[in-house]
Nanobody
């Protein structure tokens, strides 16, 4: 498995979770990594993404100011810290990797070649 997300679970509104993604690519040249989510009956939605090598991450409008994105290149781990969770954040969260993306395409799921199996996040009281 090239990408493996973990850390999902059940949390109350206003709570927090941190998702992790183990990134087991053989090469990290020109790689961008991101988080997407998909709720039942909805299209896959962009959450956050960045180049593996660094740079400011890009966030989806619905999570700006609440979620943060980080990576540990030495451990080959990607993280998504989710704060102030809302009911509408309930979804399966996926980490993904793609090559030769530019900033304007970071939010396009079709540009990502590799996907992990996803982890369920449920926000419920």
């Amino acid at each position: 498995v090239l990408l493996q997300a973990s850390g999902g679970g059940l949390v109350q509104p206003g709570g927090f979770l941190r998702l992790s993604c183990a990134v087991n690519l053989r090469s990290f040249t020109d790689v961008s990594i991101g988080w997407f989510r998909q709720a039942p009956g909805k299209e896959r939605e962009f959450v956050a993404a960045s180049r593996w090598s660094g740079g400011s991450p890009k966030f989806g409008d619905s999570v700006k100011g609440r979620f943060t994105f980080s990576r540990d290149t030495a451990k080959k781990q990607l993280y998504l810290q989710m704060n102030s969770l809302k009911f509408e954040d309930t979804a399966v969260y996926y980490c993904a990797a793609g090559r030769r993306l530019i900033t304007s395409t970071l939010s396009d799921p079709s540009r990502y070649e590799h996907w992990g199996p996803g982890t369920q996040v449920t926000v419920s009281s």
